[in-house]
């Protein structure tokens, strides 16, 4: 065996173990949630990337309208601004998980920034949590990991969030409308739902978001329970 047949032996192993391997175990974790939720019939409500000054409140008066729960991932970095409004969402009976502190890609970075970032992002909200923050579950920004940063967490005990329905509202233009969406949670027969609560620039972003949790909130009247990502994960 030459030397180089052996190097790129090794680095293709190490590839696998440090990228591969996290992926399919999110995308394991993404087949248990669909599920679990079809079992139950469940849909959990995620918001991802606020809190967000303006658009956080108008979610949480229609989630208070409609007497639902939903979890929150916040970033880190926007605590500081939003203390008053964390605490609201803990006081309203909101689960509130983090979802690191800079939004940073876990495997396009080098490998221990995504780690740092999870630990940063875990910091920074602790310190606003009311509830013990060994239980607050983490969302991956863009849905990856690398291998140093799935074994903080596990080390730390922090329950892995993914989602099974992509809301989309982050793309303006995209054709697939709020009813259409909805349709799609329904067939599936229930599933966690990944909206985004950070501040639109423009009316037509942020009625984008209101619509799709318009539409998936109407499935209640069709007999969906709604939970939280802790309540699911319970089951
Ligand atoms: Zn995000």
Redesign the pocket.
């Known amino acids: 065996m030459s030397p180089t047949f052996v190097a790129l032996s090794a680095f293709g192993t190490l590839g696998f173990v440090y990228a591969a391997v996290p992926k399919l175990l999110l995308q394991a974790s993404r087949w248990r949630l669909r599920t679990k939720c079809r079992r139950r019939r469940a849909i959990a409500l995620t918001f991802?990337?606020g809190p967000g000054t303006q658009l956080t409140p108008m979610v949480l008066e229609r989630l208070a309208k409609a007497s639902v729960p939903a979890t929150f991932f916040l970033l880190g970095h926007n605590v500081d601004d939003n203390v008053d409004l964390i605490v609201d969402l803990q006081r309203r009976g909101h689960e509130v998980g983090t979802?690191g502190n800079l939004?940073v890609h876990h495997v396009w970075s080098l490998p221990w920034v995504g780690m740092l970032d999870t630990r940063d992002g875990w910091r920074r909200l602790a310190g606003v949590m009311s509830t013990p923050v060994r239980a607050m579950p983490f969302r991956p920004?863009?849905g990856k990991m690398n291998l140093l940063s799935l074994l903080w967490l596990w080390w730390h005990g922090a329950p892995l969030a993914m989602w099974t329905h992509d809301s989309q509202d982050t793309r303006p233009g995209i054709s697939i409308t709020p009813v259409t969406f909805a349709d799609g949670v329904r067939r599936a027969g229930g599933g966690v739902v990944l909206l985004h609560d950070f501040d639109r620039d423009s009316a037509a972003g942020t009625d984008d978001v209101l619509g799709r949790l318009d539409a998936v909130l109407r499935l209640r009247d069709e007999g969906f329970e709604f939970v939280t990502m802790s309540q699911l994960a319970a089951d």
């Open positions: 991802d990337d979802h939004h920004p863009y």
